[in-house]
């Protein structure tokens, strides 16, 4: 098992943590934490965290702590913002093996890290410098905890003493609780709507169930406790009122724009954790995995993996539907579900390699979602050299169009990836249909794997450069010299992370936009607006236009 650690740390290390560095941050996600980690370093504040250098009430402190301390090693840069999800990539494909292997067998734990690598969105996660990865795993280790402790419940055992019953219950809430401090009260939501599921459908008559999940719950409080009611106690209940307050508007209302339709997350799921999708559905629902393993010697792991399999079966849905429920629409939110979607996946596979048992579903989608995919994704360097073709479906967007016009170089050559998934996608499927079922998984997973590298690399920062990369220019362009750099118009966290902003002090109060814009200042004000009409461009009073580039317009006011 130590060697099979070692290659699975060594294959993350390939693939999460180079080239970290090679792109600007994302508006807004990504930059809107390494900000507030980077003013926690400036400021000295590591307790409350701070965006524009005023309470932050969005998120809890524990993920922008990783971040500041990966920043202390790394600099501020985009690296360090990133390097703890390497980590949590790290991390998460020695746990799933770890499981893998003592659930089912070494080869399972295998087939489970395959499908968490080669899957698009789970792959890719690791690679940004978003919250989920680590919330993800902090509510999957939690909920593992209590799953473990309640099989060793009912296991006799000479172990009488109160620790050895209850660890693997305590360590749960208390990995929960870490959940809680990564993101917020969403994760004790979705612990408790799939415990509460698992309760249901044994009829509210299993053991002592309720009085465990009470304990349960303790362990998760005690731990977020620790900040919310240090908070409470320095500085009153205000902030944690605001921060309950916006955690229920992003459930309640489609916040800052991104609403969508209820299968949203149905899409987002199936494409983009393929291929690990096309698995796993055959066991989204139902469990016949005890019927199948009649022939296994321990009657006992028997039960412990068909429990798994329905434990893993609800927190997908619970997963999905809650999402699907809430207004607020975006693509991470349902990442939760990885976790239970690529066991299932490497359940099929396992399955069908001991026993020979093939869903036909998997064998019609997977080489249609992969040529799909994959050609998808090939196409994207021609498009690039023939923008025209993508002009009609901007008509109405002057800012998009504008985007279009950035000086990026697309190469056809950098549509290989596309080609290696769709062709990996078309030679697992043939070997599935073979019975060659290991080397189906190893030959999809790969390409997997490689695609999401590659595509990465070659699309990322071209990608970047049409969106964005004008306006980070321009506030870096800033970055030593004493102005104020604010945009107009739209939610932005760039201009403080890359212009390096530091706490204002004096003349100006930090959001007080209306006092830049009309009263006389002692040093220069810029301006940051996206262009909406070329015919009819912003016009502030008392600010000159530099330069226009990309849709972005840049504007001056001098001392």
């Not at 080489?367 to 995919?373: A, D, F, K, N, Q």
């Amino acid at each position: 098992m130590r060697r099979d650690l070692l290659i699975i740390a060594g294959l993350a290390v390939v693939f999460f943590f180079p080239f970290l560095g090679g792109v600007h941050l994302f508006d807004w996600d990504e930059i809107n934490f390494a900000e507030s980690a980077r003013e926690m370093i400036m400021t000295g504040d590591y307790f409350r965290p701070q965006i524009d250098f005023e309470p932050f009430w969005e998120k809890p402190p524990l993920f922008i702590w990783m971040q500041a301390v990966s920043m202390q090693l790394f600099g501020v840069s985009e690296y360090a913002a990133r390097f703890p999800n390497a980590v949590a990539g790290l991390v998460t494909l020695l746990v799933v093996y770890s499981i893998g292997k003592k659930l089912h067998d070494r080869q399972f734990g295998w087939i489970w890290v395959m499908a968490y690598l080669g899957s698009i969105l789970p792959h890719l996660y690791f690679r940004s410098g978003i919250i989920d990865p680590w919330f993800n795993l902090f509510i999957f280790i939690g909920i593992y905890g209590f799953i473990n402790f309640r099989w060793q419940f009912f296991e006799p055992s000479n172990q009488q003493q109160w620790w050895n019953r209850y660890r693997f219950l305590v360590l749960g809430g208390l990995a929960l609780g870490m959940a809680i401090m990564t993101k917020g009260p969403t994760a004790y939501l979705i612990a408790f709507l799939t415990l509460f599921s698992y309760w249901a459908i044994r009829k509210f008559k299993s053991k002592c169930y309720l009085n465990h999940f009470l304990l349960f719950s303790v362990a998760a409080a005690v731990v977020s406790l620790v900040w919310f009611g240090f908070e409470i106690a320095l500085h009153g209940p205000w902030f944690i009122q605001e921060f309950i307050t916006y955690q229920l508007r992003l459930l309640t209302t489609a916040d800052s724009g991104h609403g969508g339709f209820p299968g949203y997350h149905v899409i987002v799921l199936l494409l983009g954790c393929f291929p690990a999708s096309v698995f796993a559905l055959p066991n989204l629902w139902g469990d016949k995995q005890s019927e199948d393993e009649v022939m296994e010697s321990a009657p006992l792991d028997t039960c412990k993996r068909s429990d798994f399999a329905t434990w893993m079966q609800l927190l997908f849905w619970v997963v999905l539907i809650l999402f699907s429920l809430v207004k607020t629409k975006i693509v991470h939110y349902s990442s939760m579900a990885y976790f239970p979607l690529t066991y299932l996946a490497a359940l099929t596979i396992w399955r069908a390699v001991r026993w020979s048992i093939k869903p036909a579903i998997t064998g019609y989608l997977l080489p249609t979602l992969g040529v799909l995919i994959g050609l998808i994704a090939a196409s994207v360097p021609y498009l690039g050299q023939h923008l025209d073709l993508l002009k009609p479906l901007f008509a109405h967007d002057t800012f998009a169009l504008e985007n279009l016009k950035a000086n990026v170089e697309w190469e056809l050559w950098e549509g290989w990836p596309g080609i290696l998934l769709a062709i990996g996608s078309v030679a697992g499927w043939w070997y599935w249909k073979k019975g060659a079922i290991w080397e189906t998984a190893q030959v999809v997973f790969f390409s997997g794997a490689v695609f999401v590298t590659f595509t990465l690399l070659f699309y990322i920062r071209n990608i970047e450069g049409i969106s964005q990369s004008a306006a980070i220019e321009f506030y870096t362009s800033k970055a030593t010299e004493d102005c104020y750099v604010r945009t107009v118009g739209f939610k932005s966290f760039a201009h403080l992370f890359y212009t390096n902003k530091r706490p204002v002090n004096g003349d100006v109060h930090q959001d007080d936009l209306e006092q830049l814009i009309n009263e006389p200042q002692t040093k220069p004000v810029y301006l940051v607006a996206k262009l909406k009409d070329t015919l009819n461009p912003p016009v502030v009073p008392g600010f000159k236009e530099l330069y226009r580039k990309n849709g972005f317009v840049f504007l001056e006011k001098q001392p």
